[in-house]
């Protein structure tokens, strides 16, 4: 593994232990040209797999964007970075157990909402306006209605109508 640091090609694992309920190693490194220490994961990867963008470009799949995006809707949130850990790899291995190599952008969001209604009422709103493309207030009533039925999702619906 190559140094983020110097870009040595010689760095050495001083420390590795399971995570992600043992879907993934991690890997602590040490380069010995420059003594920078970095942490690296290892998972397993059914297939490659390619999004196929609305406006019908293909690019690569890309975990880490995923785990941004979600990150992003959960900013300031209390939940537990191992619970949005485990959600990401529950989508990645819904998308690479499905059999197709080709994924929609559009189910890759519909996963990740299923995942954030479950996770976090607010971060589900939150990904919802950008992943529906929210134009005008109408837009946020509409799916705080649709979460009102929920469980405690009474109250995130009285709180937003108090802003």
Do not use: W
């Not at 190559?2 to 010689?10: I, L, N, W």
């Not at 949005?84 to 529950?90: E, L, Q």
């Not at 291995?93 to 929609?104: C, F, K």
Request: hydrophobic share 35%.
């Amino acid at each position: 593994m190559r140094c983020p640091y110097c870009s040595c090609e010689e760095t050495q694992v001083k420390d590795s232990r399971p995570t992600e309920e043992n879907a993934a190693i991690r890997r602590r490194r040490v380069c010995p040209d420059c003594g920078g220490r970095f942490t690296t994961f290892e998972r397993v990867q059914l297939r490659e797999l390619v999004v196929v963008k609305r406006s019908g470009r293909k690019v690569p799949f890309d975990r880490d964007k995923l785990q941004k995006s979600v990150e992003v809707a959960l900013r300031k949130r209390p939940i537990e970075t191992e619970r949005v850990d485990r959600m990401v790899s529950g989508i990645v291995r819904q998308l690479e157990s499905s059999g197709e190599t080709e994924v929609p952008s559009s189910t890759i969001g519909a996963y990740v909402m299923e995942g954030l209604r479950a996770l976090d009422p607010v971060a589900y709103v939150r990904f919802a306006s950008v992943y529906r493309d929210f134009r005008e207030a109408a837009d946020f009533q509409e799916v705080l209605g649709e979460i009102a039925g929920d469980d405690g999702m009474g109250d995130v619906l009285s709180a937003a109508k108090k802003l």
